[in-house]
């Protein structure tokens, strides 16, 4: 049995699953694999939103984290290893970070808006896709033109937006797509350098 809550719900869901089909020991770790990565995730999700609805930001939520999402799908990225840390990243990224950002009504001109928008292009051409051990390189001949096309097309839907007051949420959550290609990248470069010296 898993250590975790989530392993131990999928290790439950599973347990009644198999009262009712019959599932060899490799579709067993396979569906238990699924079922706790889909109880971590929807975990996380609920606790964002939660978050939001009682801060009162779930509409500026909503955008930062759906950008966010749409870009992580294609730059990948850092991923913390504990579920619980990462889950509370993502509560302090989006509705906490959304609260801050009413609160100081920070918003874009359009020169500060085009120049931050270069420069989160220029670190999705030069680090993205990301990857880490969780999703290598061996998954395929993964384009570097695709998180550019997204995150160029993205910007390019802030910079048109009439909604400044919006605009600002969605440039966020680029940021923390960026952010987190950036730490991988980083880590990724300690552990290189680490082995170089061992060596």
Do not use: Q
Not at 75 to 94: D, K, Q, R
Request: include cysteine; charged fraction near 15%.
């Amino acid at each position: 049995m898993g250590n975790s809550i989530e392993e131990r719900l999928s290790d439950l869901l599973l347990k009644k699953m198999v009262n009712y089909f019959e599932f060899s020991r490799e579709d067993s770790l396979k569906i238990n694999y699924g079922l706790t990565i889909l109880i971590v995730n929807l975990s996380k999700a609920l606790a964002i939103y939660l978050s939001a609805i009682i801060f009162g930001v779930f509409l500026e939520t909503l955008l930062s984290h759906v950008t966010f999402c749409i870009l992580r799908h294609n730059n990948y990225g850092f991923h913390f290893e504990n579920s619980l840390i990462c889950t509370l990243f993502g509560i302090f990224s989006f509705p906490i970070s959304a609260v801050l950002l009413n609160w100081m009504n920070f918003r874009f001109s359009l020169l500060g808006l085009v120049i931050v928008s270069i420069t989160f292009i220029a670190v999705t051409w030069r680090f993205a896709p990301s990857y880490t051990k969780y999703v290598g390189k061996d998954v395929g001949n993964h384009s570097r033109i695709k998180p550019l096309l997204t995150t160029i097309n993205i910007l390019i839907l802030c910079v048109l937006s009439p909604f400044t007051d919006l605009t600002v949420f969605m440039v966020w959550g680029v940021f923390i797509s960026n952010l987190l290609v950036l730490l991988n990248e980083l880590k990724r470069r300690y552990r290189v350098g680490k082995s170089f010296k061992v060596e």
